[in-house]
């Protein structure tokens, strides 16, 4: 397993509010490893009650507002990065929304465009400026945080579903192509929790379906963020002899037929 105390890390999508999204747990633990962390997100405020929430030293962890599906901004971000800490050894594509929970004809164009620039078009911003600095590392670990949703067909999905399954094709491809150069590129594919991504949609659901959701779930709870930052951490470890995979945290959702 490789190490990654002292080694800097990106985390995207890492802003808190007053939930824990897989974002910033991952970054919390990564700080707690060891690890030089870098988080970026659209907001400054939220990014950096991150770090106060986990009570990070400003010399080994780093904020910067960004929108990643801006080539330009994520270029100029990264090489920041490198000045500051060396270059990238990890990447952790965990941005996403989910504008639209609707079926094609109720989903907009706009809607459509928008989720997948942000969960599909920003993590190939990021990989493709991450990339070089960790060929000339000559090593390093790609994470992208997809769903269960990128393996499970959702009628009502169509913007964020094909983000996501995008997101995986794309992540083991690149995968693919950099094994034999010291990349490891793998998913974590969580379940449902209780996030700013799902919140509106559970906070909206009857108690009977809430619960008919949960217990898709074999487990019959939701998945906790600690847990999808648990895989995360082990794929930002591993060698190239694991690459184009992913983790189902998902609590062995849809194995067993949901019951109230």
Known sequence: ???????PIVVTGAGRSNRTGYGVQIAKDLYEAGAIVHILGRDMERLQRTREWARADLDRFYCYAADISNAA????????????SGPIHGLVNNAAINLSRNRILET?????????????????????AAIPQMLERQEGNIVSITSIFAHVAAPNQTSYASSKFGLHGLTSSVGLQYCREGIAANCVAPGYAYTDLTAPLLEILSP?????????????R??????????ALYLLKVT???TASVVKVDGGFLHNPPRP
């Open 108 to 128: 907009t164009l706009e809607d459509f465009e928008r989720t997948l620039k942000t969960n599909l078009v920003g993590p190939f911003n990021c990989m493709r």
């Open 222 to 231: 939701e998945i906790d963020p600690t847990e999808v930052s648990d895989a």
């Open 240 to 242: 190239p002899a694991t």
């Open 73 to 84: 901004q994520v270029g100029d971000i990264f090489e920041q990065i490198k000045r500051t």
């Open 208 to 220: 009977e379906k809430r619960a008919l959701l949960i217990n898709s779930h074999a487990i019959r």
């Open 1 to 7: 397993m490789r190490q990654i105390k002292g080694k």
